[in-house]
Structures are given as structure tokens and as C-alpha cells.
T-cell receptor, first 112, second 117 residues
Framework: SQKIEQNSEALNIQEGKTATLTCNYT??????LQWYRQDPGRGPVFLLL?????KEKRKERLKVTFDTTLKQSLFHITASQPADSATYLC???????????FGTGTLLAVQP | GAVVSQHPSRVICKSGTSVKIECRSL??????MFWYRQFPKQSLMLMAT?????????EQGVEKDKFLINHASLTLSTLTVTSAHPEDSSFYIC?????????????FGEGSWLTVV
């Protein structure tokens, strides 16, 4: 069955450092992969989309890589700030129905 | 920008009653909407895909008679939890695809907290 796993339940880093979050998947060939931010009690907010034929995408302090051979995406936040603290979700999409399937999520805590 | 609105944001209902949650796309027409549920500290689990003018497609393990989905217009989908039980208490989130948006633009609502007592 399809499985999407994200690294460690919680990631604690110091302000100013780069946070790296991992998304691994099995039994799936997504056409694209998305990253979302979710704050407690709120709906997810879209951050970045990367397609299967793209290796890397950047947006301000965010960078996403996509390796379809390794079946892995890495999400980087450079110069992290306490305001970046949230749960980050990866989601895979594509296929006939084009539905979005979410990973388990990683809780990021940036310490001042 | 595009916005998806959910209503109510919080609802408490008695066990055995039904409750309806609305999902609206405010400034675009959504031919496809999705319904998710999320338990505390867990990820979003897709329940069903709602297609305007046709029956919803439910994910495996989701009871279609319990979670009724109606997508009667291009801007509105509703989820009705019938004969609710305490185990149905959860955070329900909808999303809508903007067909005119770049790539596969999907917008999420703010979610609806359902508590069944």
C-alpha cells in the first residue's frame, strides 16, 4: 500500500540555523509533490509545489528538492525563525483522480 | 487570493444527531473538492473526493452512508455526518481545486471542529 513518511515526530533547532525536513514515499509515483504548513487548529497553508521532472524549487527562505529515484523530498528552511515553528506536511498528488495524499507531518520548533 | 471557507468552524452535537459542514470556494469555481479528517497530532486523512454534479468518490474504509457528501454547485460542497457518535469527533477540513490556477492549485479551508457529546 502507499506510504508517505516524514522524519521524526518533532524537530528542534536553534534560530538562524537551517531546518531540513524529509519526506519519503513508497508504492507511489506522484506527478508532483507539495509542502504545506499547518498551525494548531488551522487548515494547511500551501508553501511549494515541485513536479516529478524538477529537481529543486526555491521560494524566499524555502527550498525543496525532489528525487524520484530515491522517492524522497527534502524541505529546507534557511535562517530559521521562531515564527517558522509549525507542523510541516508533505503531500503527493497525481494519477487519474489527482487527489492529494498527505504524509505524517513533522513538528518543527525553532528556539530563540 | 482564492479563499475556501468552511462553516461552522466549531460545532457540538448530541450523539445520534446529524450535523452538516459547508465548504465554499469564494472567488473561483471548484469542480472538485476534497474532504479530510484529522485526529489530534495526526496527519490529514482523505475521506472522499467531491465532484460537482456527480456522486462523491469515497476512500476505502469510509462509510458513504454515514458521511454524506453533496456538491450541488461549483462553489459549494457539504459534508453531513449522520447519526453522529463520540468517535466521530474530529477536525474536518475541506479543500478545493482551482482549475484556472497555475499547476494543481489546491486551497484549504480553515477546518471545522466537531465534538459529539
Amino acid at each position: 500500500s502507499q506510504k508517505i513518511e516524514q522524519n521524526s515526530e518533532a524537530l528542534n533547532i536553534q534560530e538562524g540555523k537551517t531546518a531540513t525536513l524529509t519526506c519519503n514515499y513508497t508504492n507511489y509515483s506522484p506527478a508532483y509533490l507539495q509542502w504545506y504548513r499547518q498551525d494548531p487548529g488551522r487548515g494547511p497553508v500551501f508553501l511549494l509545489l515541485i513536479r516529478e521532472n524538477e529537481k529543486e524549487k526555491r521560494k524566499e527562505r524555502l527550498k525543496v528538492t525532489f528525487d524520484t529515484t530515491l522517492k524522497q523530498s527534502l524541505f529546507h528552511i534557511t535562517a530559521s525563525q521562531p515564527a517558522d515553528s509549525a507542523t510541516y506536511l508533505c503531500a503527493l498528488g497525481g494519477g487519474a483522480t489527482n487527489k492529494l495524499i498527505f504524509g505524517t507531518g513533522t513538528l518543527l520548533a525553532v528556539q530563540p | 487570493g482564492a479563499v475556501v471557507s468552511q462553516h461552522p468552524s466549531r460545532v457540538i452535537c448530541k450523539s445520534g444527531t446529524s450535523v452538516k459542514i459547508e465548504c465554499r470556494s469564494l472567488d473561483f469555481q471548484a469542480t472538485t473538492m476534497f474532504w479530510y479528517r484529522q485526529f489530534p497530532k495526526q496527519s490529514l486523512m482523505l475521506m472522499a473526493t467531491s465532484n460537482e454534479g456527480s456522486k462523491a468518490t469515497y476512500e476505502q474504509g469510509v462509510e458513504k452512508d454515514k458521511f454524506l457528501i453533496n456538491h450541488a454547485s461549483l462553489t459549494l460542497s457539504t459534508l453531513t455526518v449522520t447519526s453522529a457518535h463520540p468517535e466521530d469527533s474530529s477536525f474536518y477540513i475541506c479543500s478545493a481545486r482551482d482549475p484556472a490556477g497555475p499547476g494543481n492549485t489546491i486551497y484549504f479551508g480553515e477546518g471545522s471542529w466537531l465534538t459529539v457529546v
